[in-house]
């Protein structure tokens, strides 16, 4: 397949190991090179959203050469993230500033995204941002951030912010040259060009499992973030950041060299609905259906959670808070925005003739 499309709008991902020498240190060639670039697609009209790693690396090789060591896990990665963020932002503001543009961070957590308003609150920062020609650079507010409220990593948020921001194409830069058939090491082992869609491939047998030396994510992981922002009516692109001109090569549609496509779904879902797709970590409880609910909800049509197909309900949750729809094996097959209160659902479940306890408009499975 080629890509033919003219991207209005992405959002670009770029890894720790991209932007970090064997090292830690910062690679400002790389920075550079791929600011460059940004540069470049801007004077094209493509508006650019960054989601850029390295704070952590950054902070990590200079106090580990102030003698800064034997920290706890949570302290470590809250300190060299507030260090490594100013100089990675530092950087990053020089160098747009030498290309005559302007740069903005915009630091987030987890907790951003939980409801509805705060979402919409960053989206209306960012698309501000833009409008006025400033490019955002987004990172994970790691010195506040503890292990349960994290991210798994950027690709996740950056795959969010892809979908908040109605982007075209999310392009992950890592240090591969997409996803392969096989162990990458392998001589064998080709790159999957194109992924479409939906398209069911048993990846356990070919998708690598090691993370990177200073991230915290992995190909698994870029994979199942990939298929969910292409379901949602985005292409998404995993690419070797250190290739030269990689941005240019992969919004062009060159296939002169190798990348992984994930075509975009044909017909996308709701801004309401990409919300709540990625909405599973803020999950406040679970609402449990019968084999006849679960055939229903899975079916083509359009249907709502009644209360006449649950089985049970955990957790205490109120009107409007996200919870897991489970299956009768015990498996979470979706999630929705609750329309009453725990209490309340507790009380009508069961029920025919009752108002749904989630509506279709509001729910997304899986």
Request: proline fraction near 2%; charge should be negative; hydrophobic fraction near 40%.
């Amino acid at each position: 397949m080629t890509q033919q499309k003219k991207y209005r709008r992405i959002t670009v991902k770029i890894g720790s190991n991209v932007l970090t020498r064997p090292d830690g240190t910062l690679d400002v060639t790389r920075m550079s090179a791929i600011v460059d670039q940004v540069a470049l697609l801007r004077q094209q009209g493509v508006e650019v959203i960054l989601v850029s790693s390295g704070a952590v690396a950054a902070g990590r090789s200079l106090m580990r050469r102030q003698g800064v060591e034997n920290l706890d896990a949570v302290s470590e990665r809250m300190l060299f993230s507030a260090v490594g963020q100013v100089r990675l932002i530092n950087r990053y503001y020089d160098f747009f500033s030498d290309r005559g543009l302007t740069c903005g961070q915009v630091l987030t957590t987890k907790e951003s995204f939980a409801t509805r308003d705060h979402y919409l609150n960053q989206r209306h920062c960012m698309n501000t941002m833009l409008a006025h020609g400033v490019v955002p650079i987004v990172n994970e507010n790691d010195t506040i951030s503890v292990t349960e409220l994290m991210f798994t990593d950027n690709d996740e948020l950056s795959g969010l912010i892809a979908t908040m921001m109605e982007s075209q194409a999310l392009v992950i830069l890592s240090n591969i040259d997409g996803v392969y058939d096989g162990n990458p090491a392998l001589a064998e082992s080709k790159v999957i060009t194109d992924i479409v869609g939906s398209q069911s491939l048993d990846a356990s047998s070919f998708i690598q499992k090691q993370k990177s030396s200073f991230g915290r994510g992995g190909m698994s992981t870029k994979y199942h973030i990939a298929q969910k922002v292409a379901d949602e009516g985005c292409d998404v692109i995993i690419a070797n950041g250190k290739r030269e001109s990689i941005l240019l090569d992969v919004t062009s549609g060159s296939r002169e060299v190798p990348f992984t496509l994930f075509h975009a779904a044909e017909h996308p879902a709701s801004g309401m609905k990409k919300w709540i797709a990625h909405s599973e970590g803020f999950a406040k409880g679970e609402i449990h259906v019968n084999e006849g609910a679960y055939e229903a909800l899975t079916a083509a049509t359009a249907t709502s959670v009644l209360p006449v197909g649950v089985t049970r309900i955990d957790g205490d949750f109120e009107k409007d808070d996200i919870v897991r729809i489970v299956a009768p094996d015990g498996e979470a097959f979706a999630y929705g925005r609750v329309s009453c209160s725990a209490e309340k659902a507790r009380s009508v479940m069961g029920h025919k003739g009752k108002r749904p306890l989630v509506h279709y408009d509001y729910l997304y499975i899986e």
